[in-house]
């Protein structure tokens, strides 16, 4: 969820700012006809208003969300924008069997009674079901947190306990997108959440 698509040059389906959530309707109503599956809709437009939401409680200024055409492993992505391609800042959703992707992490997460996210094949763990809104809480806390990196003052946050990502902003982005789920699942307000992904820094 870190690295840019090989192909974003392809046109956004359609763009709406983070600052202005109204119109979720038409948005449905708009990839409905686009020919996209009624699950896949009702999770990214959901995943759409979590980025919107915890963008506008880290930064002062909306950029635009825009839904890809196009298939991608990814559920959503940051893109820092480019001045040379003329291109802005903003958040690309994958729709497109974004159920399939939801159910895959559903699949590999849970939570263990003391609200520890774990492993779901942990042995001897008792777990709880991740639910498919923290799952995209936590999609939405990582891709702002690439935002959150954009800042020059910025010290990563990494962890050895994620040997599987190489990128440092990914491990970090991972790491804030865990914590995110955690404090979610814990019932702690978004807006507590928020200053975690904007302020949180290696110590
Ligand atoms: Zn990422």
Known sequence: MGELPDNNNQEPLIVFTALERAGINEIKKSLLE?????????????????????DSLVFSDGIPISY???????????????????????????????SGKIAKGKNIFQFNKNGKLILKNSEGEEGIEITSEELLFGVAAHEVRHRVQKSSDFKKLVSRELPMETDRREKDA??????????????????????IIKEKQEK
């Open 34 to 54: 686009k020919g996209f599956e009624q699950e896949d809709v009702e999770l990214s437009v959901q995943l759409a208003d979590d980025i919107s939401k915890i």
């Open 68 to 98: 890809a055409d196009s298939f991608s492993e990814h559920t959503a992505q940051y893109h820092p924008g480019s001045e040379e391609e003329n291109q802005s800042e903003l958040y690309i959703i994958y729709a497109k069997g974004m």
């Open 174 to 195: 991972r790491m804030i997108e865990f914590m995110s789920m955690k404090a979610l699942h814990a019932g702690k307000p978004i807006e507590e959440i928020a200053k």
